[in-house]
């Protein structure tokens, strides 16, 4: 098999263990990866929220393709473990588009992609997926889609009929070639347990402060979990309490924490 073959397997397989979901810490650039690999991560994911602030740009479907796979293959050639793309949905206009997408995403070194419904109606997310996986299995990959639907994050439905929904574009999103169905917006017990059993597929979930810990979930049936574009905004709340010291106070508390500079240097 060859390198990108194996990773892809070894990512799939990080989804099987009912007992240890998945934890992913997302990441936005090269040295946020290189953390995060260096505290044990089995594997990486980015947030397309982090690397299009990075990069200058707002979230949702901003950031062009080519700046995108850019920066994903910056990140994948630092790191030794599989990484999984956020593709948004998908950098293109059409469910063609997205098999050009996801062969750039093939090359730049990922094994996996998030991909998601957002306002798009499901048909059109469900022939994005399999435009998505008809590229993989071209390129002999067995990449892991995790298809996520906003019903819950950006309310699309009625309270009452959330559940019903998710559920509805989850099955078909699992039809279509996806491997996993990521709910965001999802923080209560009963609703994660409810969807990580009518959902056959690895459930991911987004956590943040004030969540249910890791343990938590694993005892509701979550197979995943990530904390979205969390890290990025947190990294750049101390750059901006930081500043707003110096030019207020004039001191530098807000400086520590901090990564060691010989620690920081010696990872690249």
């Known amino acids: 098999m060859n390198n990108r073959t194996t990773q892809a397997t070894a990512f799939r397989a990080l989804h099987s263990n009912p007992a ?36 200058g740009h707002a979230d ?7 700046e995108a796979v850019a920066a994903l293959s910056r990140i994948a050639g630092a790191v030794t473990v599989p990484i999984t793309a956020d593709i948004e949905a998908g950098y ?24 998601e419904d957002g306002a798009l109606p499901p048909a059109e997310l469900t022939a994005r997926i399999g435009a998505a996986r008809r590229a993989a299995d071209r390129a002999g990959v067995p990449m892991f889609i995790n298809a996520r639907t906003d019903v819950y994050l950006a309310g699309l ?19 279509a070639g996806a491997d996993g169905v990521f709910v965001p917006g999802v923080g209560d017990a009963d609703t994660i347990r ?3 059993e009518a959902i056959d597929g690895p459930l991911n979930v987004m956590v943040g402060p004030g969540s249910l810990n890791a ?19 947190a990294a750049y709340e101390i750059a901006r309490s930081a500043a707003t010291e110096l030019l207020t106070a004039g001191t530098y508390e807000s400086l520590t924490p901090a990564v060691d500079y010989g620690e920081l240097n010696s990872l690249f």
Not at 92 to 115: C, K, P, Q, R, S
Request: avoid cysteine; hydrophobic fraction near 50%.
């Open 20 to 55: 240890q979901p998945l934890l992913l810490a997302n990441v936005w650039d090269v040295a946020s990866a290189r953390l995060v690999e260096s505290a044990g991560a089995p594997a990486i994911a980015t947030t397309s929220a982090g690397v299009a602030w990075s990069l």
């Open 60 to 66: 949702g479907n901003a950031l062009g393709r080519d």
């Open 92 to 115: 293109a206009d059409d469910a063609a588009g997205v098999e050009h997408t996801v062969d750039a995403v093939l090359e730049a070194g990922a094994v996996g992609i998030n991909i």
């Open 157 to 175: 439905v009625a309270p009452e009929q959330r559940l019903a929904e998710t559920l509805h574009r989850a099955h078909r999103y699992l039809e």
């Open 194 to 196: 409810a969807l990580a």
């Open 215 to 233: 343990a938590e979930l694993s005892d509701l049936g979550v197979g995943r979990v990530s904390v979205g574009s969390g890290m990025a905004q």
